[in-house]
């Protein structure tokens, strides 16, 4: 049993120690935080089984059942939709996107937090981590650039 704990330890170290502070949400729940690499895949049925099932735009997904979607409305109709897996990955659609994508650059998140057009005309995520020992921990971001690329994962300052 010590084995294998110190061998999950060593290997969530060498996981965690390559990924600068600033790249992706990372909080205090060490053995699942663990950052990704960027992927535009379907949710998995590994994930479908310990979620809940979200619909939007006729796709099937499957969130954190503690979790909330967030829905980007623009004029009163909802144009992009993000949610958080058990497995802490963040998911999004949007009409004809042919289903849910991961989100760019490995982040992972406990909830979503809001999604809005930012004061720049681009569409934002911003996403909650919880530390494990309960409370309020920080609150991290992203967003989709004129060309239609997303933007690595920011923590917003005192959070």
């Not at 010590?2 to 170290?13: C, F, P, R």
């Amino acid at each position: 049993m010590l084995v294998g704990l110190a061998t999950l330890a060593t290997g969530l170290s060498l996981v965690l120690g390559a990924v600068p502070a600033t790249a992706s949400p990372v909080s205090a729940r060490s053995e699942r935080a663990v950052a990704g690499s960027a992927s535009s895949s379907s949710l998995t049925p590994s994930e479908a089984a310990s979620g809940c099932a979200v619909y939007r735009f006729n796709y099937l997904g499957y969130m954190a059942c503690d979790s909330s979607p967030c829905d980007l409305k623009i004029n009163g109709t909802v144009v992009e939709s993000w949610v958080v897996a058990d497995s802490r990955r963040i998911w999004h659609a949007w009409q004809g996107s042919g289903g849910w994508k991961e989100m760019p650059n490995g982040g992972r998140a406990d909830d979503t937090w809001k999604c809005y057009i930012n004061g720049r005309g681009q569409r934002q995520i911003e996403v909650a981590v919880y530390p494990l020992s309960g409370g309020f921990g920080s609150v991290w971001y992203s967003a989709r650039d004129s060309a239609g690329t997303w933007w690595g994962w920011y923590r917003y300052p005192g959070t």
